[in-house]
């Protein structure tokens, strides 16, 4: 076993490698001596941890830059082949698995639909675990160049117990499924690989955050709009969660007392009235109709037929209100609006539905929040599942996954 001072030395080596990986990776490229003032660290720590990144293959250079009379200067950055990252959306009607380099390149996808549009949860496992296989194979990566999956769910995700990650998807019939050990017992890479599970919503505000609207904000909510609505509340730069992770159930927040059904079972839920699925049977009910097979088809039939202007301002106006609630309540700098329902009826709908949420929310909170549309496209929660390894990845230096046999004392 490893003594304490030696322990102390190998967590001050890591803590390091993690500084100068993460400078790297959000900043970069970037040269030697402009990672010193950055990291904090001195030129003989970066000049070993460089070394160190690089002979292991995670740094490489990226050509160089003239420096005041001196040496050009050979700039730095993460080798984005040098590992490979998994994102799974179980989304509403389909399951979709995309590989991604470190970069977050998407590599290749797989896209399956729910067999009979059922949340049959073996069935989601199994075609995790084949999207998985097939992704691997289509990009012609190595198995072992996974660093890691992440799986984005409709549902409140609960970590907390010695079953990893389980489910509690009301509204999709998911009563409390063991989603983690279910993936683990399907096969032996997913046995194997650094595996998180989080909410949807919650995954598409993370790759907001790092990679879109958010970007640079430290307190911020996005919104997520499609069949149902969700919502992640950045607080101080990192996601809310409450006591058990359900923080953040926006489409849940009673819009009307005793109002339309929701799929939860509770009444007048911001989702019964802005929810794609409600939306949809809201311009039923005002006689509208239409011929696509799914709901991303109707919704845009909606948005062309000119009797739905009718539908469309009160939905603006249900919007509006839902985010003056959110502007009151946690003062946000920042709210994005994405989901594919969110970002089919933004360029329609943002002007109306700033100019609700104008009309409900506190003035002094209004003025201090800019309502936007997300900037990642629909299919942004992969990307956002992909960052929990990567996360995970970098703050510990860019540790792989323990060997099956492992040496290390
Ligand atoms: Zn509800």
Known sequence: MAGPRRRTVRDLRRNNRATVLSKLYFEGPLSRQELGPLTGLSS???SNVVSELVADGLVEEAGSVDSDG?????????APGSGHLAGVDVG???VRVELFDLSLKELARVEAPLPDGRYDAEGVVRLIADGLTRVIAEAAAAPASLIGIGIGVPGIVDASGPEGAVVHGQTIGWDAVPLESMLRAQDELLAALPLFVDNGAKTLGR?????GAGRGARNAVIALIGSGVGACVIADGVPYQGSSSSAGEWGHTVLQVGGRECRCGARG??????GAEALLERWREAGGSWSAPDEEGAL???LDDPSAAGVLDETAEFLGAGIADLVNLFNPERIVVGGWAGLLLGPRLIEPVRRAAAAYALRHPLAQTT?????LGPDAVTVGAATLPLARFLETGGTRREPIVSGAS
């Open 300 to 302: 845009a039939e909606l």
């Open 269 to 274: 839920c911001l989702e019964a009235y802005v």
């Open 207 to 211: 790759a907001e955050m790092w990679f």
């Open 44 to 46: 003989g720590s970066i």
């Open 92 to 94: 509403e009607t389909r």
């Open 371 to 375: 309502v936007e549309l997300g900037r």
């Open 70 to 78: 001196g040496r050009p200067r050979t700039l730095l950055r993460v």
